[in-house]
């Protein structure tokens, strides 16, 4: 079984980003041969350091499937182009190179919406505005493939930054708490599929996929998982997520994230 789960808002507390009611199911589900990716807007070094916590090596999906980072363990997807990151493989999946940051730059000057960035604060401004430690806004802040946006952006705002960001080939995506830029040639569901397949081309039995998320940002991998658990978001409802297999969970965070382990525990038996 192969389960694909969000972070932040599901695995992680929403407020405070701890995963203290969580690990321990996490660390269930891997020592019962089973894979737990987590598939997250966040980055390397954010995700690196909560495996690190859980202390089991997995593959991971980083920044809103701009990168699979694979473990030295592993031999998935060998023959892709990568970078060398702590015991394993960061492989990039775009092919869009444009520097997105100063492309962010260019549009605030041309339009005049504000956009603030990690880019544009200290680790201390990062640190107040969303309750991270240090060492966790340095992490956030240090992006390899996308840029989050902090400030709210309302409808018109967000009609102008994507018709400027599609000329450019980028797409702004909304997640739990903020905005993402990010190319529009990658999305968590591509990723989470590419590294499925090559998987099953390994034959290690892993055939069942679950994913587990919450905004609207988790759509592409809720639509291509076989079994597709929906958590309610911060306002306390379902996003409007269309797929024919969701299974929409009563609960917020950790609280639905944990449901939905005694769910699937309870179906298969194998957790």
Same mark, same amino acid.
């Given at each position: 079984?192969?389960?694909?789960?969000?972070?932040?808002?599901?695995?992680?507390?929403?407020?405070?980003?701890?995963?203290?009611?969580?690990?321990?199911?996490?660390? #269930?589900?891997?020592?019962?041969?089973?894979?737990?990716?987590?598939?997250?807007?966040?980055?390397?070094?954010?995700?690196?350091?909560?495996?690190?916590?859980?202390?089991?090596?997995?593959?991971?999906?980083?920044?809103?499937?701009?990168?699979?980072?694979?473990?030295?363990?592993?031999?998935?997807?060998?023959?892709?182009?990568?970078?060398?990151?702590?015991?394993?493989?960061?492989?990039?999946?775009?092919?869009?190179?444009?520097?997105?940051?100063?492309?962010?730059?260019?549009?605030?000057?041309?339009?005049?919406?504000?956009?603030?960035?990690?880019?544009?604060?200290?680790i201390t401004a990062i640190?107040?505005?969303?309750?991270?430690?240090?060492?966790?806004?340095?992490?956030?802040?240090?992006?390899?493939?996308?840029?989050?946006?902090?400030?709210?952006?309302?409808?018109?705002?967000?009609?102008?930054?994507?018709?400027?960001?599609?000329?450019?080939?980028?797409?702004?995506?909304?997640?739990?708490?903020?905005?993402?830029?990010?190319?529009?040639?990658?999305? #968590?569901?591509?990723?989470?599929?590419?590294?499925?397949?090559?998987?099953?081309?390994?034959?290690?039995?892993?055939?069942?996929?679950?994913?587990?998320?919450?905004?609207?940002?988790?759509?592409?991998?809720?639509?291509?998982?076989?079994?597709?658990?929906?958590?309610?978001?911060?306002?306390?409802?379902?996003?409007?997520i269309k797929s024919n297999?969701?299974?929409?969970?009563?609960?917020?965070?950790?609280?639905?994230?944990?449901?939905?382990?005694?769910?699937?525990?309870?179906?298969?038996?194998?957790?």
């Open positions: 079984m192969i389960i694909y789960s969000d972070l932040d808002g599901c695995f992680l507390d929403r407020d405070t980003y701890s995963y203290d009611n969580t690990i321990q199911y996490a660390q #269930k589900i891997i020592d019962s041969d089973n894979m737990l990716i987590f598939c997250s807007s966040k980055t390397f070094e954010e995700i690196y350091d909560i495996m690190d916590n859980i202390d089991r090596q997995m593959p991971f999906i980083v920044e809103n499937g701009g990168g699979i980072y694979i473990p030295n363990k592993y031999n998935y997807l060998e023959s892709a182009k990568y970078s060398v990151k702590k015991n394993g493989r960061l492989i990039n999946l775009s092919d869009n190179n444009i520097d997105i940051y100063n492309s962010i730059k260019n549009i605030r000057k041309e339009t005049g919406i504000e956009m603030v960035t990690y880019q544009d604060l200290t640190c107040t505005i969303t309750g991270l430690n240090k060492y966790q806004a340095a992490f956030a802040k240090n992006r390899n493939f996308s840029e989050t946006i902090i400030t709210a952006l309302n409808d018109r705002d967000i009609k102008v930054l994507e018709s400027r960001l599609n000329q450019l080939n980028l797409t702004c995506t909304n997640g739990s708490q903020y905005y993402t830029i990010h190319p529009n040639d990658i999305n #968590k569901g591509k990723a989470a599929l590419m590294l499925f397949e090559n998987i099953k081309n390994m034959k290690i039995g892993n055939d069942i996929t679950i994913g587990i998320g919450d905004s609207s940002n988790d759509e592409s991998l809720l639509s291509i998982t076989d079994m597709s658990y929906l958590l309610k978001n911060k306002y306390n409802h379902w996003e409007d297999n969701i299974i929409k969970i009563d609960g917020l965070g950790q609280v639905g994230w944990i449901k939905v382990y005694k769910e699937i525990s309870k179906k298969f038996c194998e957790i």
